[in-house]
């Protein structure tokens, strides 16, 4: 919470919460009964489903803050189960190269077993239907997830990585030794999450901690 000095007219500061809001995805609308009554609440909520009524790719879970105590341990809980409700719904590219296939195939099955839509690359034709997928996925709350072994040789594994970086898609590469963030340079400025291949399943069970973190 801070106040910007700079701004004199309330005008301003509106047009400012506008442009934060164009540049975001999910939003929490804490609902109480002075949010009820604010008219900078109000005026938020209103362009925001502005923009959804418009096709805009925006979420908003709403948290009632009426039910529960604020720092009560169920109210924790309340929120941590309406979050993990909508991250459990989103949609997983998975990429990878046939040399590393049954390895994605394990990864699939952990995460279909937890409630994830898992897409794998296999099922895709052509480099348009890529990009495409990639778009649908990231406008629907997706994240591209890049396979990368000591085996993987594919070109088209890297292209896909390209689309998804240009299509500004949520990008987590599943990688199996570190020295390969060298070779995909690309990927230094993202999040990774190293596999350990000796004990896939509690490293499935991380990925999808790292999962309802993003």
Known sequence: MFFLKCLSEEHELFSLIKREIDERIWFVYCKSENSEKSKYVL???RYIDSLIKNGYNKKILTIDLGEFEIWDS???DYIRKQISYEIKKTKIFLSYDLKDESLAKR??????SK???VWLTGNIASSQSVENKIRELHYNNGVFMPILTNQTSSSFVEDEIICAHMNKATILPVITDYNLLKKYFILLTWQSH????????SSIAQLIDVLEQI
């Not at 990864?107 to 279909?112: S, T």
């Not at 190293?194 to 399943?201: F, K, R, S, Y």
């Open 115 to 117: 409630g994830y839509s």
């Open 74 to 76: 169920k109210y924790k």
């Open 194 to 201: 190293l596999l350990d291949i000796n004990n896939l399943e």
């Open 43 to 45: 005026e938020e909520r």
């Open 107 to 112: 990864i699939f099955e952990g995460l279909h």
